[in-house]
């Protein structure tokens, strides 16, 4: 292995200890957290995900990523069968896609109202707030991949038998429908921006880079302290706080 | 039996029927709905009840009277363990006391810290807003008895083996700590009046004219239109929608 | 009210005392419950399960009446959605209907396959004897009704508009279907009826008759001792223990 | 990469086609499978979930690994925790350790009662015989490591800060208690090893060797047939189904 390579491994290593210690942490002191990872298809939450949990404890740690509704629960509370699987003390819970579905996959293939939609935009605001004043911590993540990257990763996944069972119906869209899609991120990302639950925009088109800069972030915001103050920030370019200007100057795909 | 007793029968099968009425249209247009009954301890929430339930459908209905949270739900979000008995299409789900322990019972025997209690008046007007924009009509009870009445119900409760299982620990403080369940109930009200979800504050030391009351302001919010319109307005001395100006002027007990 | 009413009231507080008692030596020691009511429409078991439930506390009493089962829970092992209704420690769970549907209904109706009503049959005595081997108390009644007063029932219903939510879509065909469910009853019954969770039958036809025996019953099998031992026997000619030769003896109706 | 290396690599891809081919047939045909992950600590559980579900789908296969039973759990049914995570149609579940614990580390540490114990050793043959009847494949592994074996990976654990979250209280008296753990492996074999709901034994001291060998274990048993037939068997060296003379004649580690 290239003395290049070594370092890598050794950086990794370090940020996955600083994950470790971060949940150990969480279970001395029973703080929760909740992860949200949003994007597009093929944005890369899958493998963010498993990276995450590489070393985590899986009785302390669960990854939600919910069948569709079944057609009572289409008939409950919208929030319902997501809040059922909220963190108990000490535990991560990550959301692979979450309710944040009513403001993209369902605005821009028609699988609710549009009133339902303006709904859920008036109301998770307050929502989260409520998370995040009883003490959850709340860290919502929007993988941004460009239009190419995803064409060539749903390629590859219809090229790739490993990858079939990635394929959904909606792939086939994704490239059809992009400015549409780029319209509801847009729309969702101002309407639910807010101090209490800000959200995290990953440049994820090179995917080791995003997945380091996502742990560096996970490891400032719900890390303890001598873990938080020792990670370096995550580089810029790559991760930043959204702010309603991103839309439209480049640094959220078009 | 008199004439008299002949009329009150009628007019309590007509409000029954109404409550039928009601969720038969309720399950034809799948609407749904969650009635709160709070009140001190004796104040007739088991009762009040068993007549909305008498003729309802057994598999449309839920009554829900939560035992204490196990420790595991004590490290979960506090609504969590509320939300998972919402209803679904065309359900109504009564609760028998209800999030609401938060701002009273918690309050005066000190379950909660006063940053949680603080926390859940802040947070209720927006989650109570948040279900009925989504569609769920959400009715709130107050039952309100004075102090003399409670401590007569209380002492037929200990006196009467029949109704053992409704003593609780907490009975036992119940008078002691009167003023102290008035400046909660107190605080509740005015944090948790809201235009989106009103309290209906209940006279119920006179339990007949109480449910009557409270079936007629139940049909006349939720019933079908001709069910509503035929249902006299509840006696405003028994039934008044909160003001912050019943906290004081007598209409509410202290 | 006549000295016969008063001595008749007189008993019927002692029974519900009787549960009172049982309700309460099971919280003391943590006992669970699970009371299952079955018995063809109309055959009381909504208003045997108001009686059961008059003086009990709404916390450690629980009455499932499970809606159809959602498109996701059709898919489900079959037990599944009753398991998750089963009591915690001290209490008691009444089934208002049960994993017996299988059985019965579904068996006349064709709403599952001929396999599976068979597997239900052939895993029913082991599932039971689980539960009951684990420490849950688990009583089964067959409430038992002749066709005349079915029809009766079936007819008063139909002209009661307070009765208009017990009507349901069955209902119409429960006299024409009469002799199928004779057969699944007796099919059932036979099938299912073992030393570890016997059937007790119940014959129905006077109400206030088979309530006051199904409480005796309780009484005899969960009471404790001092409470178990005062209760006379139940009338053998309204409450009994199944016993093959019961059909077609007369005893359950034809 | 060396030729060896390439076909290592192909041959693992092969495999792992084999799943995702699995999985596509049995999201088609409604088929569920739960399969349960055993073996002493340290014996490679988690990694061979990893391994397992590197390309399934995220919605459709849920992993299982439940925190110690809240208080209220602790007075319910024994399974009533298990059995609400079972499969829906086209679902694997995968349950790291399961209602097994009751036969392995309960009994070794004490947290269960003998007589829980022995109950639970008569139930499970007939509660598992419900779930296979009712179409849900159930595959049990025993992942069977040896003394040193396990020494060497508790000392790695404990010398590697990113298997912190890996070690467990219990980690400390694995090996002192290695024989009563044999015993309590023993007797759980023998009484849970039927025709139903045999246990495949895997020897795990090489983890590659053993995913590898459980994962044709897997196609063999739940591929589709052009699946099934194409996957070698695996080494019985490896991978052999439990028998009871495999106690003592050293297949199983002493």
Known sequence: MSNDKDDKQAAD???????????????ATGQRAI?????????????TIKTLTEHL????????ALPKPSDRERGQWYWQRY??????????????RSWYNRAGVEVVNGFSTPAEQAQFLADVPGFERMLVESGITLIKFWLDIDKDE???????????????????????VAQDKWDAYTAAR??????????DAPWTCVR????????????????????PDKVAQEVKKPDPDILFTFEPAAIGDGRLAR
């Open 83 to 96: 809040v059922s699987h909220f963190p108990a003390a000490g535990e991560i819970v990550i959301f692979n």
């Open 13 to 27: 290593d370090a940020l996955q200890l600083g994950l470790v210690q971060t949940q150990q942490a969480m279970a």
């Open 186 to 195: 847009d729309a969702m990302l101002a309407g639910s921006h807010t101090p």
């Open 57 to 64: 404890s899986v009785r302390n740690t669960r990854v939600v």
């Open 150 to 172: 995803q064409d060539r990763r749903l390629r590859a996944r219809r090229e790739d038998p490993l990858k079939a069972l990635k394929i959904s119906p909606l792939d086939a």
């Open 35 to 47: 992860v949200v990872l949003e994007g597009r298809d093929a944005a890369g939450k899958d493998g």
């Open 204 to 223: 994820a088109d090179h995917k080791k880079q995003a997945r380091r800069a996502i742990i560096r972030h996970l490891l400032r915001q719900i890390g």
